[in-house]
């Protein structure tokens, strides 16, 4: 999620007029990964409901193992893209031009 943003302010003229806008953006992508997500709150988060939802739907576990994943995958993935944050693109890729 955060490349996708971090990329579209990398191809566009900001990048140019103020350089130190995706020095901010990455700061505060950072403080963020450190003070806000929490993945044992969001998988104790996750067990609550399934528990609340159990007699409704049975045993889902092995459906929920996969956002449990994502979730304890996720702080390496943002982690690395703000150390090495990608470097934009120098010209409009080709298949963008449909014409």
């Known amino acids: ?3 996708i943003a971090l990329l579209a302010w990398l191809r566009s003229g900001t990048r140019r007029r103020r350089p130190r806008a995706g020095l901010a953006y990455l700061a505060e992508l950072q403080n963020l990964l450190d003070n806000i997500f929490d993945e044992t709150e969001r998988i104790a988060e996750i067990d609550r409901i399934e528990t609340l939802i159990a007699p409704v739907t049975g045993d889902i576990s092995a459906d929920l ?5 994502w979730i304890n995958a996720h702080r390496v ?3 690395a893209e703000i150390n090495l944050p990608p470097t934009g693109f120098s010209s409009q890729p080709l298949h963008f031009c449909i014409f």
């Open 65 to 69: 193992d996969y956002v449990r994943n």
């Open 77 to 79: 993935l943002v982690q």
């Open 1 to 3: 999620m955060a490349g």
